[in-house]
């Protein structure tokens, strides 16, 4: 495969993620691999760590959690469909991270925005929707 390093069935962790397209540049793979957010077979790990095929990956980006197999190794960042061949992900991780992608689609739950009693400006606001200005008492009596 194209990209291979000169070390035949290894090459450096954060180049892979890059070539992966789980980060888009180089230097931010190395800043998630130095934070912890990406592991290797359970482990935390530096980004010059040499990986191989069947070593398992778990990514942690933004909201989102990928648990993966590398199935080829690659230092060349090419087109999406090319960088998809390069790991297989788990099952139970697409499932999770696909929950989590509907979740985010339909927004949080207005609850969640809330942050203590609201100010005489969100009060006046609320007093301006028309579902509060119809009295259904008022319609009762005619």
Known sequence: MPGWSPR??????DKW????R???????AQQAVAAGRV???GERVKPARELRVGDGVSVKRESFDWSVTVKNL???RGPAEEARKLYEESEAS???????MDLRRWGTEP???LKGRPTK????LLEKLPILQADPADDSES
Request: hydrophobic share 35%; proline share 0%.
């Open 94 to 100: 697409r499932v999770e991270r696909e929950r989590r």
């Open 111 to 113: 609850a969640a925005a």
């Open 17 to 20: 993620l890059w070539a992966a």
């Open 8 to 13: 035949q069935g290894v090459t450096r962790l």
């Open 39 to 41: 592991k290797v077979n």
């Open 121 to 124: 400006r969100d009060r006046r």
């Open 74 to 76: 690659s230092e060349k």
């Open 22 to 28: 789980f980060f888009k540049t180089r230097s931010r």
